[in-house]
């Protein structure tokens, strides 16, 4: 079992910046590639962003190209997202994941989620 747990998310006005962690505990996450999802109100989960297992690989969604960046520590058991230029679109719960692919698939954990609110 991994148990992830994400934490950084607020209140920023658009513009700003904010930086999620997600920290695991329990079994090694480093042979998982691990994703953040997010969920605006109203709306499904949508995928946001994955890196590899190494690092070394990196995919984006559209919404976000440019302006986040995904990045892992695997000696801290920790992946990252910095949310640069923020928009009040980016208003959501952030999710990460752990998954055995880094194409795609079901992920096998979650964390709890994080609410990332930003002020128009």
């Known amino acids: 079992q991994v148990q992830l747990v994400e934490s950084g998310g607020g209140l920023v006005q658009a513009g700003g910046s904010l930086r999620l962690s997600c920290a695991a505990s329990?079994?090694?996450?480093?042979?998982?590639?691990m994703a953040w999802f997010r969920q605006a109100p109203g709306k499904e989960r949508e995928f946001v962003a994955v890196?590899?297992?190494?690092?070394?690989?990196?995919y984006y969604a559209d919404p976000v190209k440019g302006r986040f960046t995904i990045s892992r520590d695997n000696a801290k058991n920790t992946v990252y997202l910095q949310m640069n230029s923020l928009k009040a679109e980016d208003t959501a719960v952030y999710y990460c994941?752990?998954?055995?692919?880094?194409?795609?698939?079901?992920?096998?954990?979650w964390g709890q989620g994080t609410q990332v609110t930003v002020s128009s």
């Open positions: 994941a752990a998954r055995r692919s880094f194409v795609g698939g079901d992920a096998d954990y």
């Open positions: 329990g079994r090694t996450f480093s042979p998982y590639a």
């Open positions: 890196i590899s297992r190494s690092g070394s690989t990196t």
